[in-house]
């Protein structure tokens, strides 16, 4: 069973930035995850923000390339999102999530979840 935690978030205004953290434990039979940060805005559908592929590529969403940056830690258990020039569109929780199936993780189905963090961009 894999646990993710997220830490990072909070409030900033716009241009500011953000960096959120994400560590995984629990792990231990030799899966390869995908990992994957998700954002939810209140009334709005959850959002898949930057996706990092297992073998170390990145994917972004188009509202965030240039400003967010997807990397995993040197421990390769902590997954962050560097966020710049943060906009206050950009405000929602943000969500860690893995799994070892690219396409379930791709649709936002994938098995394991954290508990989010709040971030929030004024204006």
């Known amino acids: 069973q894999l646990q993710l935690v997220e830490t990072g978030g909070g409030s900033v205004q716009s241009g500011g930035s953000l960096t959120l953290s994400c560590v995984a434990s629990?792990?231990?039979?030799?899966?390869?995850?995908?990992m994957c940060w998700f954002r939810q805005a209140p009334g709005k559908e959850r959002e898949r923000v930057a996706f990092f592929h297992s073998d170390g590529y990145a994917n972004y969403a188009d509202s965030v390339k240039g400003r967010f940056t997807i990397s995993q830690g040197n421990s390769n258990n902590t997954l962050h999102l560097q966020m710049n020039n943060l906009k206050p569109e950009d405000t929602a929780k943000y969500f860690c999530a893995a799994d070892g199936r690219f396409g379930q993780l791709w649709a936002g189905l994938g098995a394991y979840w954290g508990q989010g963090t709040q971030v929030t961009v004024s204006s």
């Open positions: 629990g792990y231990s039979d030799g899966t390869k995850y995908h």
